[in-house]
Structure formats: structure tokens, C-alpha cells
């Protein structure tokens, strides 16, 4: 009788206490591993967001500085701008380019010869450069510039510097007085060319460098020529 009650004696109370504590301690490990699985799959898709929208504003910029055009841009307020200006505070960069798209022109108005200003400024308070463009080199009014759209967000600052014959890598954008067209060919009379002959600058720089510092990434190069 004794050792059958032996037989069928349960769990003692320390070792109940120990099952409970071993079950325990595979759950918290298993809520661990969970928890760091999730943890590392939103710090991929940050990520991935992050690299996407890196390449599309470099693809951008990149394209934008491609298309530059040595003519000069004269603002709605008067005056004129080198076809590459940086601002006073170096959060501005500008440029005249030409060959980018664009929507057909409404009713009435001139198609334009296809040259625009681009402008990329970084907006210090958000960390992200903004762009916006004017469809024409010589705009009547400050309404006809697009609203800004922000790109690479997490810049923190921006660098720039050009390359010159004879003077090598200068600090942001160094140029002189906008020189004399060159003299018309028989083969640029189709009108183009005529109109822009009192705009015409050929001081732009052989390359230049831009440098975005972008939180996580550091220092970001990009490195165009322009000749």
C-alpha cells in the first residue's frame, strides 16, 4: 500500500517552483528574440525609406546640374544672377539649365525657348532641401516660381566648391563679371541663340563639389563637371 502511494506522489512544491521558473525564463527569451526581430525590421525598412530617398534627390540634383546652361537669370526684382549663384547665407544654390520636362504651355502663353532656374535651398528647421523652379530666365512676377518640394531629409548642412582653370578647387561659387557673347555662326541663326545672345555668361567652372552632411550617413560627395 505505502509504495504504491509512493508511485503516484505529484510534483514537489521546489520542484513545481522550478518547472514554473524554467518556462518562465524560455518565455522572456522568446518575447526577446521577438522583440528584436521587429526592432531590426523597422530599423530595415527605415532604412531602405532612407536609401530611397537618397538616390532619388541625388538622382535629381545630379540631373539638374547636368542640364546647366551658361545664361544669366534675371529675377521678377531687377538686376541679374550668374547662371550659377550661391547665396550670401550658402544655403541657396542656383542655376540655369535647359532640356528638362515640362507640361505644355496653357492658352496664350509663349511656350518659352525651354530654359528654367532651379533653385535648392536647405531648410535649416526641417534639416531637408527644398526645391522649386522658375520656367523662364526672365520671370514678370514672383508667382509664376512652383512651390518648393523637400527632399533628403536629415541635411544638416551643405558645402560647396568649384573648379577653375589656373585657380583650382575654390570655396563656393567664384565668378566675375559676365562676359561678351561669342559671335553668332552661320549655323546659330535659327533664332534661339539671337535671343539669348544679351543673357549669354560663360563663367561657369570646369566641376563643381557639393557636400551634404546627412544625420547617420555623415559627409555625402557629389561631384559633377560642367565642361
Given at each position: 500500500?505505502?509504495?504504491?502511494?509512493?508511485?503516484?506522489?505529484?510534483?514537489?512544491?521546489?520542484?513545481?517552483?522550478?518547472?514554473?521558473?524554467?518556462?518562465?525564463?524560455?518565455?522572456?527569451?522568446?518575447?526577446?528574440?521577438?522583440?528584436?526581430?521587429?526592432?531590426?525590421?523597422d530599423?530595415?525598412?527605415?532604412?531602405e525609406?532612407?536609401?530611397?530617398?537618397?538616390?532619388?534627390?541625388?538622382?535629381?540634383?545630379?540631373?539638374?546640374?547636368?542640364?546647366?546652361?551658361?545664361?544669366?537669370?534675371?529675377?521678377?526684382?531687377?538686376?541679374?544672377?550668374?547662371?550659377?549663384?550661391l547665396?550670401?547665407?550658402?544655403?541657396?544654390?542656383?542655376?540655369?539649365?535647359?532640356?528638362?520636362?515640362?507640361?505644355?504651355?496653357?492658352?496664350?502663353?509663349?511656350?518659352?525657348?525651354?530654359?528654367?532656374?532651379?533653385?535648392?535651398?536647405?531648410?535649416?528647421?526641417?534639416?531637408?532641401?527644398?526645391?522649386?523652379?522658375?520656367?523662364?530666365?526672365?520671370?514678370?512676377?514672383?508667382?509664376?516660381?512652383?512651390?518648393?518640394?523637400?527632399?533628403?531629409?536629415g541635411?544638416?548642412?551643405?558645402?560647396?566648391?568649384?573648379?577653375?582653370?589656373?585657380?583650382?578647387?575654390?570655396?563656393?561659387?567664384?565668378?566675375?563679371?559676365?562676359?561678351?557673347?561669342?559671335?553668332?555662326?552661320?549655323?546659330?541663326?535659327?533664332?534661339?541663340?539671337?535671343?539669348?545672345?544679351?543673357?549669354?555668361?560663360?563663367?561657369?567652372?570646369?566641376?563643381?563639389?557639393?557636400?551634404?552632411?546627412?544625420?547617420?550617413?555623415?559627409?555625402?560627395?557629389?561631384?559633377?563637371?560642367?565642361?
Amino acid at each position: 500500500m505505502r509504495q504504491n502511494q509512493r508511485r503516484t506522489r505529484g510534483l514537489t512544491l521546489i520542484e513545481l517552483v522550478a518547472a514554473m521558473a524554467l518556462f518562465a525564463l524560455v518565455a522572456v527569451m522568446g518575447l526577446q528574440a521577438l522583440t528584436a526581430n521587429l526592432r531590426m525590421r523597422d530599423r530595415l525598412t527605415q532604412m531602405e525609406q532612407q536609401a530611397g530617398e537618397l538616390s532619388l534627390g541625388l538622382a535629381l540634383l545630379r540631373n539638374d546640374l547636368s542640364a546647366l546652361l551658361p545664361v544669366l537669370f534675371h529675377p521678377p526684382g531687377g538686376g541679374s544672377r550668374s547662371a550659377i549663384h550661391l547665396s550670401d547665407d550658402g544655403l541657396t544654390l542656383s542655376f540655369s539649365v535647359s532640356g528638362q520636362p515640362e507640361l505644355p504651355p496653357g492658352p496664350g502663353r509663349d511656350p518659352g525657348l525651354g530654359l528654367h532656374r532651379v533653385e535648392w535651398r536647405l531648410d535649416v528647421a526641417r534639416q531637408q532641401l527644398m526645391r522649386r523652379v522658375w520656367p523662364v530666365l526672365s520671370p514678370s512676377s514672383d508667382q509664376s516660381v512652383s512651390p518648393e518640394v523637400g527632399y533628403l531629409s536629415g541635411v544638416t548642412d551643405l558645402g560647396l566648391r568649384s573648379l577653375w582653370p589656373q585657380l583650382g578647387w575654390l570655396p563656393g561659387v567664384v565668378s566675375s563679371a559676365p562676359r561678351a557673347a561669342p559671335e553668332l555662326g552661320g549655323g546659330d541663326t535659327d533664332g534661339v541663340l539671337i535671343r539669348l545672345a544679351d543673357s549669354y555668361s560663360d563663367t561657369l567652372p570646369e566641376a563643381v563639389e557639393l557636400i551634404l552632411q546627412i544625420e547617420g550617413l555623415g559627409p555625402v560627395r557629389l561631384l559633377e563637371g560642367m565642361r
